[in-house]
């Protein structure tokens, strides 16, 4: 059995242990935004497959058995991609996608649809702003000349930032206390991030509870309906197994 899992994320690197664990031959894709990326187990591909026909080709010429979208919630052209190359083809597709984070008693979130937004409610409403966004959506923040804005990315942004920034690179994973630490140190009074979901990065949204500090909340992309979608690594190898019967 042969699967193609669409990664880039820790669920894609759980579902390829799981699926090569148990003797699928696994080829796991990654994007190429990263120089030195976490590799799963099993075969690697990196870079774009060239839009939804460039993916129906490779999954046609390798004859996958099934397709495992375990991309992160925001990578909304490869989920699509991969909707269309399924219906194209035929193979079974398996959206693993974490569940989105909700909001606690005591937390101040402010929903936004875009980036844009975000960066208009940020700029019209603070002063010291946190992004935690990563580093593919910075620029709509460039135009803000008054407030400060502190920056943390894995990698190096690769686009023009606000005039009045602070850039931490790291890779994480942040505690409750290194974040309040932050927070408290560059007097934030506003944190944006992405309703990414997940354990791993929630530090900063209790951080931020706790300080009081209102989180401007990107809303998720809506991604294409497809047959199977499950929230976890396990589900999805489960149902993998139970499609190939
Ligand atoms: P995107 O906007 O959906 O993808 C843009 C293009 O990059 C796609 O059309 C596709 O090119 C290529 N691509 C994306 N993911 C790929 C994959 N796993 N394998 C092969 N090609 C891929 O995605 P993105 O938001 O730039 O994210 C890129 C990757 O980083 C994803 O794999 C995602 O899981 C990971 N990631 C993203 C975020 C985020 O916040 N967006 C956070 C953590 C990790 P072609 O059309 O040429 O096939």
């Known amino acids: 059995m042969r699967a193609l899992i669409l990664g880039g994320t820790g669920e894609g690197r759980e579902v390829a242990r799981l699926l090569h664990d148990a003797g699928w031959d696994v080829t796991s894709s990654l994007a190429g935004r990263v120089d030195n990326p976490k590799l799963p187990v099993g075969a690697v591909r990196i870079g774009g497959f060239g839009g939804p ?18 991309t992160h ?12 190359a399924a219906r194209a083809t035929g193979i079974p597709l398996i959206a ?28 019209r409403d603070f002063h010291h702003i946190f992004l935690t966004i990563g580093r593919q959506q910075l620029a709509p923040f460039a135009f803000d000349p008054h407030n400060l804005y502190v920056i943390r990315t894995v990698e190096p ?26 927070m408290r140190d560059n007097q934030i009074d506003c944190v944006v ?22 989180v401007i909340m990107v809303q998720r992309p809506e991604l294409p309906t497809v047959a199977y979608c499950v929230h976890t690594p396990l589900e999805a190898y489960e149902l993998a197994e139970e499609i190939a019967g």
Do not use: Y
């Open 53 to 70: 026909a460039g993916l129906t080709q490779w999954l046609l010429h390798n004859r996958v058995t099934v397709i495992i979208d375990a």
């Open 73 to 84: 919630p925001f990578a909304e052209r490869i989920s699509i991609s991969a909707a269309e």
């Open 96 to 123: 693993v996608h974490r569940k989105q984070w909700e909001p606690k008693p005591r937390d101040r979130w402010i929903p936004v649809q875009s980036m844009e937004e975000a960066a208009k409610v940020a700029a």
């Open 157 to 182: 942004p690769q686009v023009k930032l606000p005039p009045r920034h602070r850039l931490i690179l790291s890779r994480g994973p942040f505690t409750k206390d290194d974040e309040k630490k932050l």
């Open 193 to 214: 991030t992405k309703n990414s979901g997940g354990a791993l990065t929630q530090a900063k949204l209790d951080a931020a509870r706790e300080l009081g500090i209102p």
